[in-house]
């Protein structure tokens, strides 16, 4: 096909887009696969998809993207460095005992540094590590806790109550008792640790040995988000899964200068929620402007800038090929 030719059957796909925008949105609406989801441009902030996205429920372990969000201000502002020493107490080591706890099973007395138990708490999910890092920074977890809501009111994360520095389900086992959160304001706390932190640098790992030289063996650790090598441009953020929250996640895409990000909270299995959510990141991409040149040239439209075509829609079905482990997380 010749340039001229592809550049026309663009922009005519293009425009198609224009007489039915919904057509595609509507075949990724829930039916069962998820409470709420919604889908964000983390550069500008505009909804690209969202489907009850303001329902309240439980984020389970992606309620370790605020514990970091926290962290991350205690290090700006001198508390803490990436080398300080954290001490487990019995009552860090405790959390990794719990039911249904994952952990990286850390012992009374043992010492690790702040950023090793970053990289367990982000890529083992390790709850143990979570609470560490919290009772640690802030001298007891009630604290911690409170900086955590403090800072999810400052980020406009209106309907957001944390109770815990991990996501694990409180002792009465009641879900109104735990963390409670929505789809929208956990994108928008995603968008703030993209743009503001770091947190790619930990959620993008997909193994890591904790504790070596501290322990024999290590724990090798593997990352609970799936999508990592197997959906274009998949770097973040966070799995979570309890009983009573089902199986969310936070993810986060990059292609070729646009950053996607995707939230999904409450589906029914792992397999159900990250075939899903990849659908979603695929729509996403797909209806960003398209930018297409001025027929006959390779180079931005005349006056410097580009012409900018109206968006596409996705596809109905977007041809997502990968397998899902069996893992439940």
């Known amino acids: 096909m010749t340039l001229r030719k592809f550049l026309i059957s663009a922009a005519v796909l293009a425009l198609f887009a224009v007489a039915c925008p919904s057509a595609s949105a509507e075949t990724l609406r829930g039916n069962g696969a998820y409470k709420g989801a919604i889908v ?29 969000a926290v962290l991350d201000d205690r290090i700006r502002s001198g508390a803490l460095t990436l080398q300080t020493p954290v001490t487990v107490t019995p009552a860090d080591a405790r959390v990794g005992m719990l039911r249904d706890s994952t952990s990286v099973w850390l012992k009374t007395g043992e010492s690790f540094p702040v950023e090793e138990l970053i990289y367990a708490m982000m890529i083992q999910s390790a709850n143990d590590a979570a609470y560490a890092l919290a009772n640690a920074s802030a001298g007891s977890v009630p604290v911690f806790v409170s900086w955590m809501n403090a800072k999810a009111i400052a980020l406009g994360m209106t309907r957001t109550t944390f109770r815990s520095p991990h996501g694990l389900p409180p002792p009465s086992r009641r879900i109104t008792d735990g963390d409670l959160t929505t789809p929208r304001d956990f994108a928008i706390l995603c968008r703030y640790l993209i743009q503001r932190t770091d947190i790619l640098k930990y959620t993008s790992v997909k193994m890591r040995s904790f504790g070596v030289g501290r322990r024999f063996p290590p724990v090798q650790m593997t990352n609970h988000n799936h999508l990592l090598g197997r959906i274009g441009g ?23 200068g646009c950053r996607i990000i995707a939230v999904m909270m409450d589906s029914p299995d792992s397999k159900s929620r990250d075939l899903r959510i990849a659908q979603l990141i695929e729509h996403g991409f797909a209806v960003e402007s398209v930018v297409v040149p001025s027929v006959g040239t390779l180079g931005p439209a005349a006056g410097g800038a580009a012409a900018s075509a109206p968006t596409r829609p996705a596809p109905a079905d977007p041809s997502v090929k990968f397998s899902i482990p069996g893992t439940p997380r």
């Open 40 to 68: 964000m441009d983390a550069a500008t902030g505009r909804v690209l998809f969202e489907d009850n996205a303001d329902e309240v429920s439980p984020p389970a372990s992606m309620t370790k993207l605020m514990t970091f």
């Open 234 to 256: 998949v770097d973040g953020l966070k799995t979570g899964f309890t009983t009573g929250a089902g199986f969310c996640l936070s993810a986060t895409a990059s292609r070729n």
